[in-house]
């Protein structure tokens, strides 16, 4: 069984910054691409950015210059530090892993369960 948890969400002004992480835990050989997408009230759930194994990053144009992805191999840990938040940041914040559990032939997408980002005054 493996498992995604997100952490660092929370309320922030406008113009200011927030760092999410995400850890993996449980029966992992490897973990391949991770990333995050987020999903606002009413929207439909977007990319936000994604990192490589080894650490080759994407972002979506709405985020890019203000947020940051990275990782940490060693601790089954994705980061996302956003800075210049907007009010229109504000969502729900999804991290995901495809991930190749021990003994599986091939990955498996896995989700964390989601944390609030609220950017208002």
């Known amino acids: 069984q493996v498992q995604l948890v997100e952490s660092g969400g929370g309320l922030v002004q406008p113009g200011g910054s927030l760092r999410l992480s995400c850890a993996a835990s449980?029966?992992?050989?490897?973990?391949?691409?991770m990333g995050w997408y987020r999903q606002a009230p009413g929207k439909q759930r977007e990319l936000v950015a994604t990192?490589?194994?080894?650490?080759?990053?994407n972002y979506a144009d709405s985020v890019k210059g203000r947020f940051t992805i990275s990782r940490d191999n060693a601790k089954n840990t994705v980061y996302l530090q956003m800075n210049s938040l907007k009010s229109e940041d504000t969502a729900v914040y999804y991290c995901?892993?495809?991930?190749?559990?021990?003994?599986?032939?091939?990955?498996?997408?896995?989700w964390g369960q989601g944390t609030q980002v609220t950017v208002s005054s």
């Open positions: 995901f892993g495809d991930v190749q559990a021990m003994g599986a032939m091939s990955t498996y997408t896995y």
């Open positions: 449980g029966s992992i050989f490897s973990i391949y691409a």
């Open positions: 990192i490589t194994s080894d650490s080759k990053p």
